[in-house]
């Protein structure tokens, strides 16, 4: 058995067009151009529409502006002069505060003064009242007194020995003036 069996080929064929090709390019023009005016006809039908509205938009805006400037007119007024009065209250302020910076200061100074004199004052008073420094001193003489009185003592009991050694060198010298003069056994001492 023999099959015939046939096949159905397609052949596709694509032709690129050359993008050098200036047909074509006319042609993608044209075609690009209507687009746009498609689009800018149904875009300027929008565009007019909001600018209708804004316009109107605008219009009330305006008007409702001129009607609150005219009710709050006298407000305006009264804000305007109440900042001015605010103004000249603020100029008044910083003069008196200056002043009162001045003052301040000055009353440092006095007082930086009056606490140096105070503190003067407390030290002349204490040395005057303060019965240490006096205390001292009489215990000081005190202590020379007893020293004199230690040194009185010293000095007599010296004057004492002196005294003695005189009397015995003395009484010593008269001993042996008054000796008679050895038989020869008797050793001088």
């Known amino acids: 058995m023999q ?5 159905n ?6 032709i690129r067009t050359d993008n050098k090709d200036w047909r074509t390019h006319v042609d993608q023009m044209h075609l690009h151009k209507d687009g746009i005016e498609t689009a800018l006809s149904e875009t300027k039908g929008y565009l007019d529409k ?5 316009t109107r938009t605008l219009e009330k805006i305006g008007s409702r502006e001129k ?6 007119e006298h407000l305006l007024q009264d804000f305007r002069g109440t900042q001015d009065g605010l103004a000249e209250v603020k100029e008044q302020y910083r003069q008196a505060s200056g002043g009162v910076t001045e003052r301040t200061r000055q009353l ?3 007082t930086e003064e009056l606490e140096r004199i105070k503190q003067e004052m407390e030290e002349r008073g204490s040395s005057m009242t303060d019965g240490s420094p006096l ?4 215990q000081a003489l005190q202590r020379l007194k007893n020293e004199v009185i230690q ?3 010293r ?12 009397l015995k060198d003395k009484t010593n010298m008269q001993r042996d003036m008054n000796k008679p003069i050895g038989n020869g056994n008797e050793y001088d001492y």
């Not at 099959?3 to 096949?7: D, I, L, P, V």
């Not at 080929?9 to 694509?14: A, G, N």
């Not at 909001?50 to 804004?54: C, G, N, R, S, V």
């Open 3 to 7: 099959s015939n069996t046939y096949m």
């Open 155 to 166: 000095v007599g009991v010296v004057e004492q020995n002196l005294l003695q050694a005189k």
């Open 50 to 54: 909001l600018h209708k509205e804004i």
């Open 151 to 153: 040194m009185d003592v």
């Open 67 to 72: 009607y609150i400037n005219n009710q709050l």
């Open 9 to 14: 080929i397609s052949i596709l064929v694509h």
């Open 108 to 110: 440092a100074e006095v």
């Open 135 to 138: 205390v001292k001193i009489k």
